[in-house]
């Protein structure tokens, strides 16, 4: 049998890997990119290569032989990215854990333990592939040994053979170290000969053969300036030839049978990849982890066939097991109860079909701990049970502590703290297509499991929100939303569909139109979905000036386009187009696929463990991205209407909360004073940065003001500001100075915050939301800025998320004090929204701004707007 054998320059690709990717890092903050991309490309070649004999050799040290030759070999390399350094440990660990062998030499470089080991393979029966990012490994080219070269990133390679070496350079592999002696390298600080390059290097080898021969020939060269640098440099060349040369004698201490590949060791594996949080790793390996259960211990609980009294306890922990995201029709798998007395799995027919079990659930001096209250509440009460009495959620407490790691498994919730007695529901159901319910036991020990999990992790993650004082944020705030949100859930929204089928009509008319309009403009029929037939006719037909090349062609992207609005009237209506395209096949389509066929209405989903400043975001359909801008996306509103005839809906929304809330964060006595004086804040601020009079603020200066307001809300940068208002960047510059010693304030502020991010590690919301920030610290320009943004905008808009939320709870809260029947729909950004019998209507408008602008006392008071109408479109 042939051996493939592989040989990798570990650095090399540590490199490549490293500033291929952006910045990771795992849960504890250490940086997982060159980790990450470094196993990316290990993957790749053992899927590839099918090696039989494998090595990974790195440099020993910072000193070589080759030092002694020249004191500056390498001396102009900049130094190594300490993000970078600390993955090179987990380098080292991800091969041993693959089983590959990876070897250093003092005194030598990763190309000499590369060059040497190569050299005594080809003397063997065996094909070498060595895998680098480096072209100085281009000289061990030869008929059984290829190099590849990664050329860009860590997915694309360039394999050099001897005939494609001779292609590309027309000169041998022996050759290279020619070419770097008379071109030198400046990353390895060789010096070859000042101003001979690439090209002039392989004329004169393809002419001499060799460094040497050049020497010997060099009164026949061409050219007085090439021929004085030549002779000027000589020991330069030759000394730079033997630097380049890699050596092949170098004295290994390890033998050929030492790098023999028999595969990897997959539960070392799997533990590193879950220590570094390279999830979609693991799911590329495709590893069955069913064998966990080998790791669990024994676990006894009692499957009832009829519930007695034991069971139902006043503190009990819970587990309602759903595996469908859709659970609003989903399917109850099983419900396992944890208490001081033992461990219960309750089959679904049997927990469904109890009295007792009902009664229980519905009161509220019976007290549970669960995982996902929300999910529960909604799938239980679909099946006529109401879930009551709810003192702790898991999902929430988890990601209340760390919103940035926020997962719905309750296995890698627990792992995170040490707990590893259960296993994730990927290793029970499955995932993708082989995604399935298992037997009964499997499923009954798996939620049992959980529940005691849950009942053993409960104390530990109290604690933590208490010592974080973020126990009234999960007991005030997050666990009672999830209650109001199950209701919202429930409740939905009636949608018209048969307005929604003529708005589709009407869109599919529009769209035909605005083809003929292009077309027109363009003089000939094109795709226009097709970015490579758009771009011949936007940049050779009609000429229009180029901005952006891809690798396929044009760039035709939406700021792009934006950018050529006034250069040709086609752009305006290929804009217009796309939009109205996206309107029609994402929302419109997407709305009718997911209304409800019994109920006439639509169950969104709202996600309150996502983001990480607390906004609530919504899903199946998501209601909150519907686009507005265009009065073709504000029309969709027109298909949500109330469930009863003779009702209204009522909107009713904050007014620059988060001007209000930075006004109060920051103490600025400008900003403060205009909202207390009820000011247009926009034309407040064109007055402080232009110097004039209120009278005199043009539309042009309130505009600019209103894009620096919001602007500085989310951290922005004068290159933000400019593509924005349609500045240079230095204008934009200027103009957030001005803007900032207008608002001594807010300058302040943001100084301040940033410090408190970098001292701390988070910054914190009013109601103390953290937001982890561990760029803040970064080496990295881009990262490091990125960071700051982020911790000048957090406590912001995560305060004003807070706010709405709070709003909600005491408005259900109101609503039912009231005797209403007014019912919450939907939250949408600073928007919520209800329906309402039309009697009901004075009542609310006055009782609604009241409870929002109370929710929480600032130093400038918050404004709420109402509407209301016969349709969400209409209550604007």
Not at 189 to 217: C, D, F, M, R, W
Not at 512 to 540: M, R
Not at 718 to 733: M, N, V
Request: proline fraction near 3%.
């Amino acid at each position: 049998m042939t051996k493939k054998v592989v040989l990798i320059d570990g650095n090399s690709l540590a490199y490549r890997a490293f500033f291929a990717l952006p910045l990771l890092h795992n849960e504890k903050g250490i940086h997982t990119n060159a980790v990450y991309g470094f196993t990316m490309i290990l993957m790749r070649i053992l899927e590839e290569e099918k090696p039989t004999h494998m090595l990974v050799a790195f440099d020993a040290g910072k000193t070589t032989f080759r030092h002694k030759t020249f004191t500056e070999y390498k001396g102009g390399r900049q130094k190594t990215p300490p993000e970078l350094s600390e993955q090179m440990p987990f380098i080292r660990e991800l091969l041993d854990a693959y089983n590959i062998t990876r070897y250093e030499l003092e005194n030598y470089e990763a190309d000499d333990i590369i060059g040497t080991i190569s050299k005594l393979y080809e003397q063997d029966d065996c094909e070498i592939k060595v895998i680098t990012g480096d072209k100085d490994l281009l000289q061990l080219v030869s008929n059984k040994v290829t190099v590849d070269i990664t050329r860009k990133g860590i997915t694309e390679v360039d394999s050099y053979t001897p005939e494609y070496l001779n292609e590309k350079y027309g000169i041998t592999s022996s050759q290279i170290i020619d070419m770097k002696g008379l071109m030198g390298d400046t990353s390895d600080n060789i010096p070859g000969v000042p101003g001979v390059g690439e090209k002039t290097a392989l004329k004169l080898l393809k002419e001499y053969g060799s460094v040497e021969e050049i020497y010997e020939h060099l009164d026949e060269i061409s050219g007085k300036k090439l021929k004085e640098k030549l002779e000027e440099n000589k020991d330069k060349a030759f000394m730079s030839k033997e630097l380049a040369t890699i050596f092949r004698e170098a004295p290994l201490t390890i033998s050929i049978e030492d790098i023999s590949y028999r595969g990897l060791n997959e539960k070392s594996v799997v533990t590193l990849f879950k220590d570094l949080n390279f999830q979609s790793l693991l799911d590329k390996m495709n590893v069955d982890i069913q064998d966990e259960t080998e790791e669990l211990e024994e676990l006894r609980y009692e499957t009832l066939e009829e519930i007695h009294d034991e069971v139902l306890t006043e503190e009990t922990t819970l587990i309602v097991e759903i595996i469908d995201d859709h659970y609003h029709q989903a399917t109850i798998q099983g419900i396992a109860i944890v208490n001081q007395h033992d461990k219960y799995y309750l089959p679904t027919s049997v927990a469904l079909n109890s009295e007792r079990f009902k009664a229980w659930a519905i009161d509220e001096t019976k007290k549970k701990s669960i995982f996902d209250a929300k999910k529960a509440i909604v799938a239980l009460g679909c099946q006529g049970v109401e879930l009551r009495g709810i003192e702790f959620d898991l999902l929430i407490a988890s990601y209340i502590l760390n919103p940035g790691e926020a997962t719905e498994d309750l296995a890698t919730i627990a792992r995170k703290k040490g707990y590893y007695n259960v296993q994730t529901d990927e290793a029970v159901y499955g995932k993708g297509a082989k995604r399935k319910v298992p037997e009964e036991q499997v499923l009954a020990e798996h939620v049992v499991r959980k529940a005691v999990a849950l009942r053993e992790l409960q104390d530990t993650f109290s604690k933590e929100l208490q010592e974080n004082h973020q126990y009234e944020l999960f007991e005030k705030l997050e666990l009672p939303l999830s209650f109001i949100l199950a209701n919202m859930e429930a409740t939905g929204v009636t949608v018209d569909k048969n307005r929604l089928l003529e708005m589709q009509e009407d869109l599919t008319r529009r769209l035909e139109e605005l083809e003929k309009e292009i077309y027109t403009h363009a003089g000939e029929e094109f795709n226009i979905n097709s970015p490579k037939q758009l771009g011949v006719i936007l940049f050779e037909k009609l000429n229009l000036p180029v901005i952006k090349k891809t690798k396929t062609g044009y760039s035709t992207s939406a700021d792009i386009l934006e950018q050529l609005e006034d250069k040709h009237e086609i752009i305006s209506s290929i804009l217009t187009y796309r939009q109205l395209g996206k309107l029609n096949s994402t929302y419109l389509e997407g709305l009718l696929k997911v209304i409800n066929e019994d109920t006439g209405k639509v169950h969104t989903r709202f996600n309150q463990v996502l983001t990480q400043t607390g906004r609530l975001s919504s899903i199946d359909p998501n209601l909150q991205n519907i686009p507005i801008r265009l009065e073709e996306g504000r029309k969709i509103r027109q298909a949500f209407i109330p469930s009863k005839k003779d009702w209204v809906i009522f909107a009713a929304d904050y007014s620059q909360i988060e001007l209000r809330v930075l006004a109060h964060i920051a103490e600025d006595e400008k900003l403060v004073d205009a909202f207390q004086n009820d000011m247009d804040i926009h034309t407040k601020t064109a007055m402080d940065v232009f110097n004039v009079k209120a009278e005199e603020v043009t539309s042009d200066m309130r505009r600019q003001a209103k894009a620096v307001n919001f602007g500085i809300v989310y951290g922005i940068s004068d290159y933000g500001l400019s593509q924005g208002l349609g500045i240079t960047r230095k204008e934009a510059g200027k103009f957030i100075e001005k803007y900032l010693e207008s608002f001594p304030g807010v300058k302040e502020y943001m100084s301040d915050i940033v410090h408190e991010a970098r001292q701390n590690g988070f910054v914190s919301t009013l109601m103390q939301r953290r937001r982890y920030i561990p760029d803040i610290t970064s080496r990295n320009f881009n990262l490091r800025s990125f960071a700051e943004r982020t911790a000048m905008n957090t406590p912001i808009q995560g305060s004003a998320a807070d706010i709405i939320k709070k709003a909600m709870i005491d408005l259900a809260a109101a609503l039912e004090n009231e005797g209403l029947e007014a019912k919450l729909l939907l939250q949408v950004h600073d928007e919520l929204i209800l329906e309402a019998p039309k009697e009901e209507i004075e009542k609310l408008k006055s009782l609604v701004p009241n409870v929002m602008e109370h929710a929480l006392e600032l130093k400038v008071p918050l404004k709420v707007d109402y509407a209301y109408g016969p349709s969400w479109y209409d209550a604007k």
